[in-house]
Structures are given as C-alpha cells and as structure tokens.
C-alpha cells in the first residue's frame, strides 16, 4: 500500500500539482529528540558560536553566489584537515538547544536554491571528506531544468545530505501578507515531509529577507531553526529563528576562509 501511495505521490510530481489540503493533513509533530545525540557531548561556558557556511550555486560562473567546485572541495578538504565535524539540522538544534558540542570545531554547512549542479558537488562529500551539508530548496523550482529534480534530491538525502525548507515559491517573505507568507513557509514544508519521509525542522528565508512575524510563522508552522543572510557566526543570541551566517565568495583563498569561520 506505501509503495502505491508513493508512486501516486512521485505522480503527483511537479510538486505543485499536489493541493494544499492534502499537504497540510498529513503534517508531522515538530519534536525534535535532543537526547541521543548529545549523550557524549561537552557542555560549554560561554554560549557557543559557529559558524553556518553559506553557498548557492556550485559553478564556475553564474550570477555572484556562484563558488566553482574546485574551491569548494578545498574548503571541505581543509575543514576536515582541521578535524571539524559537521553538523546536521538536528545537531545545529541541539547545539544551540543545550549549549553542548561533540568536539571544538563544528560547522553547518547550507546551500540554498537547489541548483542542479549541487548533485555532483554534495554526492560524495560524506565519503571523501567525512562532511555533511544541508541544501535549503525551492520546491517549486524542481521542475526547472537548472534546479534538483525530486529524484536527485531523494538520492542526495541517502548521501548524508539533509534537504530543508527554503519556501515554496521562494518569494521575498516580507513583502507578504502574513496568510501569504503562511502558505509559502507550511506548503513547502509539508511537501518536503511527504516526499521525504522527515520532519523538516529547519529553514532559509529567501533572501534573507523577513519581518517580525515571519520567525513566529516559521516557528508555528513546525521549525526549529530559520537562517538568514544576516553576517556572522551563529549562536543562541541570534534567536533561534534569525540565525546569522557565514557568506563564502568566490574566490578566497584558505587564508580568508579560515578568518571567516573563525570569526564570521
Ligand atoms: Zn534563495
């Protein structure tokens, strides 16, 4: 019967074919088991800062996000030279939550949008560099030629590749009613629940752009964490829902990239 419903869903596919009462009725509880994960983790003093690296598009050229791939593996390369681990959305939650860490050097990485080119650049990554990232998606987007198709996305998330909210139709959020912005946040997420088998506790806002209801709408539509394109490293002074990031620009060298992960 699962295996019939999932070939109805994959069907359904385009994403946006799928009616928003279907999605919100099959909505998942938001609880996030901190527990397990941090059984062996150090508490710290201070209240602990890291940074969320934050790419777009892996390419040699492309609009001014773009980082090409040779760039990307070094930054890997060196990160896991300097023994850093890389945390999932559920281990960024439970940092940030308890104030706990699994070793000194931590770091998120995220790539927003869900360009195509990000299925060769993340495949490998868990076994070449023992990495993990998170791609923040559009779900609208995954019927565009340029964009993860549902199928690279569902192959990526078996590759250690956690797949998050970054809206529907990837709309400035503050330029929204709050119903609107309402649909864009929940639609999103109760598709990539669905398809995905998962609790999507994390998003991206577009852009980075929000206003003051926008963290409240995130955190009621079932999200634990929300980033955004404000400069710096991350920590629970942010407020779990405006987390600061960490922009990698083509074309550093190893010697600006390790200023800013070090110091945002
Ligand atoms: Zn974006």
Redesign the pocket.
Known sequence: MKKIMALIAAILLSWNCLPTNTISASKTSSHVNTQHISRHWKKSKDNIKFPILMYHSIAPTGNSLNVPIEQFREELSYLKRKHFYFLTPEEAYTVLKTNKKPRKNIVWVTL??GYKNNFDALKNIHKNYKAKATVFDIINSQNASSFLSYYQIKALKESHIAIQN?TFH?LELNKLSNDKQIEEIDRAKNSLDIFLHQNTISMAY??GRYNQTTPLIARDTGHKLAVTTNEGLASRDNGLLTLNRVRVNKGIGLQEFERIINHG
């Open positions: 927003d949008d970054h990837h577009p852009a």
